[in-house]
């Protein structure tokens, strides 16, 4: 080994529990992989990231990761899985860009959290949009009401984001739309956390850097009939029927990241063994924080509203400034990190994606209770 090279079992063992809402924790044993064949991939005589995105060897690993993850989601015929880039950001203009401009109609949109009000920020831009439902005069605490909103039958789509990752706020099932109008969802984090009902939606899109790999990718899945309303002199990348008959390589895709999805979603069928038990996991995990929150009512205050709290990202507050600073001051010597808020919150938010192990939730619970009993 060169004096310069890394100890890799130092570098391990230097791992923490990492709380980052994004990019976020990979499972350790996907990273090892991707360690173990990062030089050379087997029979490749090169790394993954040096090779062509047209030649055999990554044809067959990308379309294996879309095999694998039809199964994992159980995504039916009707709908085609786009491999793209320009993150979650960018779909907030491919969507109304190909469903919405010139189509005389109106896209609604359910803002539940910062990332909804940004994509109808976007979609402004593209053609008439409407806040159906606009959570901002709480603070983003909560989801609509059974009732609340009023969808049209010939809205261009309905749009929601099923975690709000800044707030903390998840739909426990998915917003209802009537049968004529598309139903479309930001899942970018809490995609692969549980089963989602592919048929029933136009878009389910999601960045990989929360929970399903690097940053860099990002999936769309697609109805088929949606793909080809784009107008011909929207930019090329923006067009998802150019992708759609290029199968994912109009242009370069981003390969290293469709590879370590690849890896993800067979570490989720195989040593998971599904969404179903991956759900179970997910609950429990977030149940361990809720109920600490809730024991200590005084002195942790919760932000979501408690039907519609996220199971990937715990939100909370603390009674001080100074109690706060210290929390995330202690909880580093448990190797608890990357637990600070978003500014637009404060307080704390704990990313409990996927690949966050069960002792990493035992240790930070553990820690919270203790923290309250020490400063109540
Ligand atoms: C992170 C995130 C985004 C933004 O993703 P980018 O890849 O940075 O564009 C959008 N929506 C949700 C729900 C997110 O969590």
């Known amino acids: 080994m060169s004096a310069t090279a890394t100890d890799v079992s130092q570098t391990t063992d230097q791992?923490?529990?990492?709380?980052?809402?994004?990019?976020?924790?990979?499972?350790?044993?996907?990273?090892?992989?991707v360690q173990a064949e990062m030089v050379c991939l087997p029979g490749a005589g090169a790394s993954v990231m040096e090779l062509s995105h047209r030649g055999k060897i990554f044809v067959d690993i990308i379309q294996q990761a879309e095999a694998d993850l039809r199964t994992l989601l159980s995504i039916p015929e009707t709908h085609e899985v786009l491999f793209l880039q320009g993150g979650a950001a960018l779909q907030f203009s491919m969507i109304p860009a190909n469903l919405l401009k010139d189509s005389q109609k109106?896209?609604?949109?359910?803002?539940?959290?910062?990332?909804?009000k940004k994509a109808?920020?976007?979609?402004?831009?593209?053609?008439?949009?409407?806040?159906?439902?606009?959570?901002?005069?709480?603070?983003?605490?909560?989801?609509?009401?059974?009732?609340?909103?009023?969808?049209?039958?010939?809205?261009?789509?309905l749009y929601y984001c099923s975690n709000e990752t800044i707030q903390g706020v998840q739909f426990p099932t998915p917003p209802a739309a009537p049968t004529s109008v598309p139903l479309i969802c930001d899942a970018s984090s809490d995609f692969l956390s549980r089963p989602i009902d592919i048929a029933n939606h136009g878009i389910v899109y999601a960045c990989a850097q929360k929970n399903a790999g690097p940053a860099g990718l990002t999936v769309v899945i697609i109805r088929k009939d949606l793909i080809d309303r784009g107008n011909e002199n929207l930019p090329g990348y923006l067009l998802y029927k150019n992708h759609s008959a290029a199968e994912s390589m109009w242009n370069t895709p981003p390969t290293f990241g469709v590879y370590v999805l690849g890896k993800i979603v067979k570490w989720l069928l195989n040593d998971i063994g599904g969404l179903d038990t991956m759900a179970k996991q997910n609950a429990e995990k977030a149940a361990m924080l809720y109920e600490v929150i809730d024991a200590n009512p005084d002195f942790y205050k919760g932000h979501a509203q408690a039907d519609c709290r996220s199971k990937m990202n715990v939100t909370f507050n603390l009674p001080s400034d100074e109690l706060l600073a210290e929390f995330v001051k202690e909880a580093a010597t448990h190797k608890i990190e990357n637990l600070k808020g978003h500014r637009s919150v404060g307080g704390i938010r704990a990313s409990i994606y996927n690949a966050m192990p069960v002792e990493g939730v035992k240790t930070l619970a553990k820690f919270m209770t203790e923290f309250a009993a020490k400063n109540s």
Do not use: H, M
Not at 106 to 116: C, R
Not at 135 to 149: K, L, V
């Open 15 to 33: 791992r923490v529990f990492n709380f980052s809402a994004g990019p976020a924790a990979i499972p350790l044993s996907v990273l090892q992989e």
């Open 106 to 116: 109106t896209a609604q949109y359910l803002v539940t959290g910062t990332w909804g």
């Open 120 to 157: 109808i920020g976007e979609a402004r831009k593209e053609g008439e949009v409407e806040a159906t439902f606009d959570g901002s005069a709480t603070n983003f605490d909560r989801i609509p009401a059974e009732g609340d909103c009023k969808i049209s039958d010939d809205a261009a789509y």
